[in-house]
């Protein structure tokens, strides 16, 4: 067999053109940083957190609630000869109890959410599921006072209006670092320990 030589290259037989000078060869790239949404916790995560920083709080208003109905006032109405006795309402004692049960929740989430979250970057469900919230630049836990005032915003959220809410705990379905829209305001991210 004989061989051939190569056939000649297109555009008439010349080499290609070099580029102009000061012009790059390809697309154009942009400058900054990726976003790979894989280096951040992933939603249904967050949302087992929650779930295990809500276990002590309903827990508490558990106990209120049953003291609610067990500590009922017990009185006896008398009309002539004949007497009934009867509840009347929850006692003093029970709105007592549910009243401690209630500033204790409080108080524990604004600890654990807020100011435990803050310094350290994991809630007591964050650290069991082995992510923190950190600032979205430094990486750095966000401190006490930014915990506090991001917890607090899920809060008025949750007043403000349910659909609001939902909306804020769904969006790191599909932001692309995966942030609520608390996180979005407060410039922070949830990344694994």
Same mark, same amino acid.
């Given at each position: !067999?004989?061989?051939?030589?190569? %056939? ?6 010349? $080499?290609?053109? $070099?580029?102009?000078? &000061? ?8 400058? &900054? $940083?990726? =976003? ?22 309903? @827990?508490?208003? /558990? ?17 002539? #000869? ?15 109890? @549910? ?14 959410? &807020? ?13 069991? !599921? +082995?992510?923190?919230?950190? #600032?979205?630049?430094?990486?750095? %836990?966000?401190? /006490? ?31 692309? +670092? ?5 996180? +979005?305001? !407060?410039? =922070?991210?949830?990344? $694994?320990?």
């Amino acid at each position: !067999m004989t061989s051939h030589p190569p %056939p000649p290259p297109s555009g008439g037989g010349f $080499p290609p053109s $070099p580029p102009p000078s &000061g012009f790059a060869q390809g697309p154009a790239r942009l400058a &900054g $940083p990726t =976003t790979d949404s894989s280096i951040y916790t992933p939603w249904f995560t967050r949302v087992l957190a929650y779930v295990i920083d809500s276990i002590p709080v309903y @827990l508490l208003l /558990a106990i209120g609630v049953v003291a609610l109905i067990t500590f009922q006032k017990v009185e006896t109405l008398c009309a002539g #000869d004949i007497c009934a006795t009867g509840n009347n309402g929850p006692s003093t004692t029970a709105y007592l109890i @549910l009243t401690a049960c209630v500033v204790i929740l409080l108080l524990f989430s604004l600890w654990n959410r &807020g100011i435990r979250q803050g310094k350290t970057g994991s809630s007591i469900g964050k650290q069991i !599921m +082995k992510f923190k919230v950190v #600032d979205d630049v430094s990486r750095q %836990p966000i401190g /006490a006072g930014k915990g506090v005032v991001r917890e607090l915003i899920y809060f008025v959220f949750a007043w403000l209006c349910s659909i609001l809410l939902l909306v804020a705990v769904l969006f790191p379905l599909w932001d692309a +670092k995966r942030q609520s829209l608390v996180d +979005k305001i !407060m410039k =922070t991210v949830c990344v $694994p320990l």
